[in-house]
């Protein structure tokens, strides 16, 4: 073999292990990887290790990703969060978005929770940090104090409602935002209508968390507003029985199931005694939605005193303006709870 048919050969067998060198080198990179969809979530102080882990049910091939993740040094900056994987993703765009640190935004909700504590499990299911960080962060007395609260009250100042956050939240970020997201529910016009009330914002929350646990029914809240609204208005007793059954729960324990007061519970010695004490409870009995609180600020007009649930409009109530209608409406009521064998 002469001079140049060996440079030909030696320069074809280069140009050859050259190709596959950047075949190989082109595939790490730009060849797909992911295998199937999902959310990638990842902890605060992770490090590349653990991202390994908890990306490799969505990798075809691990050494390639690790090899890009390398190159690119996104060991050095990995951002914790929730991550939207989708399916063939190449190593090159995957590390780009983990790098980027451009999350999911989670959708963050809760309803009328009844403390603290159910509050905090909630939301721990939904961003990273436990229900005993954010129980924490939500009972701290400092900030309570700060924001204008007192420990009664504090838990009126989440709206329940849907919010955006990022995943890996702080408990102290989220009670922020709750704040600030409070201070915007109040605005001009609710202010201006809890005014005319003659209500403090604490005693509309106080009042709607009442009608809240009053019905079930959203139409007939107004109404259910605007009956404890005419008693308080004419410094009556509200004699509203969800406030015994608060202050019979905070002395037999959350668990306790009542379903019907008795006589004998309305003697209970507590501030929130709606039948022995004038005006509303110190606080909030529960955590009332929005319909409940525009309820309050937006009554309609009618001169009803008493109500009482009704037997054939489940769920709803029997309203009476004299007491002599509303003793016949809780007779049957009461007949009607001796039939279906409901005694406590």
Same mark, same amino acid.
């Given at each position: ?49 653990? *991202? ?15 090899? /890009?993740a390398? @190159?690119? @040094? ?29 999350q999911?935004?989670?959708?963050l ?8 504590e ?5 939301? %721990? ?5 436990? %229900? ?7 009972t701290?007395?400092?900030?309570? &104090? ?15 409602? &849907? ?27 609710r ?14 929350? &106080? ?11 959203i139409s ?40 019907? *007061? ?7 010695? %507590?501030?929130?005694? &709606?039948? @022995? ?18 309820? /309050? ?33 809780a ?10 064998? /409901?005694?406590?």
């Amino acid at each position: 073999m002469n001079l140049k048919k060996l440079f030909i050969l030696i320069f074809s067998l280069l140009i050859i292990i050259g190709g596959i060198l950047g075949y190989n080198f082109y595939n790490r990179i730009y060849k797909p990887n992911t295998i199937k969809e999902g959310f990638l979530y990842i902890p605060t102080n992770s490090n590349f290790e653990n *991202v390994e882990n908890l990306i490799r049910p969505f990798l075809k091939r691990v050494k390639p990703f690790t090899w /890009v993740a390398n @190159k690119k @040094k996104y060991p050095n900056s990995i951002k914790p969060g929730k991550y939207y994987i989708s399916k063939d993703l190449n190593n090159n765009n995957l590390i780009n978005l983990l790098r980027s640190g451009k999350q999911t935004v989670v959708k963050l909700s809760f309803n009328n929770q009844d403390t603290f504590e159910k509050l905090a499990g909630r939301i %721990s299911e939904q961003i990273e940090p436990d %229900s005993i960080s954010i129980l924490n962060t939500l009972t701290n007395i400092s900030f309570i &104090t700060k924001a204008g609260f007192k420990k009664n009250t504090a838990i009126g100042m989440y709206i329940p409602n &849907t919010y955006e956050f990022y995943w890996n939240t702080s408990a102290e970020t989220f009670r922020s935002k709750m704040l600030n997201e409070y201070n915007k529910f109040w605005n001009t016009s609710r202010l201006e209508k809890a005014k005319s009330l003659n209500l403090s914002k604490n005693e509309v929350i &106080t009042l709607a968390s009442i009608v809240q646990k009053e019905t079930s029914n959203i139409s007939e809240r107004p109404m259910v507003a605007r009956l404890y609204l005419n008693r308080l208005k004419d410094k009556w007793p509200l004699q509203a029985d969800p406030t015994i059954i608060f202050a019979l729960k905070n002395k037999l324990g959350n668990n306790t199931v009542i379903k019907r *007061v008795l006589t004998k519970d309305l003697e209970i010695i %507590s501030p929130y005694n &709606t039948y @022995k004490n004038n005006g509303l409870p110190p606080g909030p009995i529960a955590m009332p939605d929005i319909s409940s609180i525009d309820a /309050v600020l937006n009554p309609p007009t009618h001169k009803y005193y008493y109500m009482c649930a009704s037997i054939t409009n489940i769920g709803k109530h029997e309203f009476a303006k004299t007491l002599a209608q509303h003793n016949k409406n809780a007779t049957k009521y009461q007949l009607w709870l001796n039939k279906q064998g /409901v005694n406590r």
